[in-house]
């Protein structure tokens, strides 16, 4: 270690004298660090480069926002020789996250990105040529396989693209390593390491900073150690302030008096080595110019670019993804079904312990010949359907992960994918890893009691190969809400700014049982509303429609009320030819709900995912008849089915789900009303009318069917809360808007 000042460390409080001594004895090693001639060379020439690139760009670009590093210079050569001696022990992989400050000096010095691509990124004439809006230059992300001089060895660096939530990429960098470790069977972390760069506010102001520090040693999330650099500004300083932009003197005088009077490092250094007779001043002024030269010619190559490609600043390219056989992958869906052999195959794994000698809970030994039974009468529930799409895919060689607060349980003890023996401690079995010799592994991990943090664990983990199905369940669905920083900067807005595709899937459980404000909603109007399809716009329609929409959406938010068409959307997520982010709003009374159960023959091959339900009762016979379409989602359709039937209702009331609610389904909802075309078009939700989907759904389906007919409301009235905490009225509510789903004069005489 090397001091500018002085330091202390604070020990004495642990309760262990052989951690206590150990710290005494290898703290403080006597002693100055020494440089080698050969070694003072080359901190002069990666300061000249890390100096000089930034005065290069406050020269030609004076007027414009960079987040330079003038004042940190030494950062530079720091970082490289992170990783020249992280090469040198074996590293292939360096996964790095930073904020602004630094960033493009480190794409350019560090990562290596062609100087020309930087420089374009000035020219405020630049065309876009890729898809997507783009993201300012100091959120840019880079990847590069390079040789690295030092260790003559290959070296893969990528910076990770971020937001401009300082800290935000800190567990998506430990997520991607502990991908890329996972896949190259680097079960140490020897092979694969993380940096993340921080500022000194931001590394003790920011939550998620300890969220992240929290995973370090849970065995699935474990990254086996990560090296922080603290960007400190009480020990180096940023010259300009807080951007090229800012005028600093306004509220720190007197410390920027002093900053305009500091000699920069480059020049200190490079004196000093000067007097040690290191290096000439001509051999200095030479390097100095050498570098000036080649950021010369670069910015004269960048003025022939003139289209800008995002696509070369992709931080986690998938090169082979996107073809099949060497060409374009066409824009198509193959069925999403699988063989009666292979459902029966895996609803046994389902209901069996797949390991000698080991002694279940009892409640689980009736739940596993709950499942036994099921598999026997060709039915499945919720948790079987999951079962089925996880355990085919595992089959398929692609590797499943779920992870989330008691998500091996189930929140709802639903799930049960980890069997715990209740005789030895510690003793467990997964069933999911029994179901083929040859089948990717599955994974499923209880988190750590964190949302936003491990929700960017997996966002990265699902970043390092599109052949991965990774899932993070919230155990509520609202509690994904103090994740709300990684699902608007990088789930929702990803592939737009940065041209990177990612198919996490998020299971989020929701529905109105009376538990009270904060175990109801998953907050559905907040996804829908950053959805990206166009509510006033009918879209056109080819044989390939439905695969194009999901191609040219920002990602896919479904509410699924059967197990089959969990089932189908789950696989559909990787059998499709590119990848999507996936919401789920998933059920909690319909897990053991007697209606909610799925046949088999829903999930044969030929069979895919359903985007709408339409109804199959006596109200399609007579479609002519039929007085009202309720159109709804999820789990209110059981109970309007209910409503209906204790009514007498089912040859005048259509009930039609929809599915996928994003990208909407224009074509099947126009069909239903054209089909019932003389009917009152109801939407019926069970949230309340500014919550849910109703602002979302209510334009689609007027412009789906020319604004030719009103579209009514059925379902709880305004309110800030997303549910009330009293048992009593919960059921008033709801017997409320199943009233005015069903009073057919209701919406008699309005226009």
């Known amino acids: 270690m090397a001091y500018c000042q002085h330091i202390g460390v604070e020990f004495m409080f642990i309760n262990d004298v052989e951690q206590c001594q150990w710290i005494r004895q290898k703290f403080e090693t006597p002693g100055v660090m020494q440089f080698s001639l050969e070694e003072k060379r080359t901190l002069l020439a990666r300061m000249i480069r890390s100096t000089r690139f930034e005065e290069f760009l406050q020269r030609k670009w004076s007027s414009e926002k960079r987040f330079g590093l003038e004042g940190c210079e030494s950062l530079i050569p720091a970082l490289k020789t992170i990783i020249d001696k992280s090469s040198q022990s074996g590293v292939e992989n360096v996964i790095m996250g930073m904020p602004h400050r630094g960033r493009l000096n480190v794409l350019a010095n560090v990562i290596r990105k062609e100087l020309e691509q930087i420089f374009c990124q000035f020219e405020s004439k630049l065309e876009a040529a890729d898809e997507g809006s783009g993201d300012v230059k100091y959120h840019l992300g880079m990847y590069h396989k390079r040789m690295n001089r030092v260790s003559d060895r290959q070296i893969t660096l990528s910076l990770m693209a971020n937001p401009s939530h ?48 929290h995973l370090s040693d849970l065995p699935s999330y474990t990254t ?23 005028e600093p003197m306004f509220t720190q005088p007197l410390m920027y008096k002093q900053i305009k009077k500091q000699k920069g490092v480059l020049k200190m250094f490079a004196e000093k080595l000067i007097t040690e007779g290191v290096v000439t001043t001509q051999a200095y002024e030479e390097e100095v110019a050498q570098y000036d030269k080649i950021c010369e ?16 600043w992709l931080d986690s390219p998938w090169p082979e993804f996107f073809k099949l056989d060497g060409q374009p992958k066409t824009m198509s869906c193959p069925p999403t079904g699988i063989s009666e052999e292979e459902l029966g195959h895996i609803g046994n794994i389902a209901a069996s312990v797949p390991v000698e000698d080991f002694t279940i809970h009892g409640g689980l030994s009736r739940i596993l010949k709950g499942r036994a039974n099921m598999v026997g009468q060709r039915v499945c529930d919720w948790a079987l359907g999951e079962y089925m799409a996880f355990g085919s895919l595992l089959k398929e060689g692609i590797h499943v992960r779920l992870s989330g607060q008691d998500v091996e349980r189930g929140t709802f003890s639903h799930r049960h994918h980890v069997l715990h023996d209740q005789n030895v401690d510690k003793r467990i079995c997964i069933p999911m890893n029994y179901i083929s010799p040859d089948q990717a592994p599955y994974t499923v991990c209880n988190s750590s009691l964190s949302e936003y943090g491990v929700l960017g664990f997996e966002l990265g983990f699902a970043m390092a190969s599109p052949n991965a199905l990774v899932l993070w369940e919230a155990q509520f669905g609202d509690f994904h809400n103090t994740a709300q920083c990684i699902i608007d900067q990088f789930i929702s807005s990803g592939q737009a700014k940065w041209v990177r595709q990612n198919g996490i899937v998020l ?107 339409p109804d199959d009762g006596p109200a399609a016979v007579s479609p002519e008849e039929v007085k009202r379409v309720v159109f709804c989602t999820g789990k209110i359709y059981y109970e ?11 040859d005048s009331v259509a009930v039609v789900r929809i599915e996928q609610l994003s990208p909407f389904p224009f074509d099947l909802v126009k069909a239903e009303a054209d089909l019932y075309a003389n009917a009152d078009l109801v939407w019926c939700q069970e949230e309340h009318k500014n919550q849910g989907y109703y602002d979302y759904v209510k334009p689609r389906i007027r412009t789906t069917i020319g604004r030719s007919r009103p579209v009514w409301y059925a379902g709880r009235e305004p309110a800030a809360a997303p549910a009330t905490g009293n048992k009593q009225t919960h059921l008033t509510e709801l017997q409320r808007l199943l009233d005015t789903a069903f009073d057919l004069e209701a919406f008699s005489g309005h226009v």
Request: with cysteine; net charge neutral.
């Open 507 to 613: 299971l989020l459980p929701h529905g109105m049982e009376g538990m009270g404000p904060e175990h109801s909603s998953a907050r559905p109007e907040r996804f829908l509303q950053m959805c990206n399809d166009d509510p006033d716009v009918f879209p056109k329609l080819s044989e390939d429609f439905a695969v194009r929409q999901l191609y040219d959406c920002n990602w896919i938010v479904v509410n699924c009320s059967t197990p089959a068409n969990f089932f189908h959307v789950l696989r559909r997520q990787i059998l499709q030819p590119f990848r999507k982010p996936l919401i789920v709003f998933t059920p909690k009374s319909l897990l053991r709900h007697p209606e909610a159960k799925s046949s088999f023959d829903d999930m044969l091959p030929d069979t895919n995912f359903k985007r709408i339900i």
């Open 224 to 246: 086996h150690g990560t090296v922080h650099v603290v960007v400190n500004n009480q020990v180096c300083y940023r010259r300009n302030g807080h951007n090229e932009m800012d």
């Open 166 to 213: 300082l800290e935000a990429v800190d567990p998506v960098v430990q997520g991607k390593t502990k991908a890329e470790q996972f896949y190259c069977g680097d079960t140490e972390g020897k092979r694969v390491m993380s940096i993340l760069l921080h500022g000194d506010a931001a590394f003790a102001g920011q939550g998620i900073v300890y969220e992240t520090f």
């Open 297 to 312: 010619e670069a910015y004269t190559r960048s003025k022939d670019e003139k289209i800008l490609h995002i696509k070369h």
């Open 640 to 650: 309007l089915t209910r409503e209906r039937k204790n009514r007498g209702l089912d």
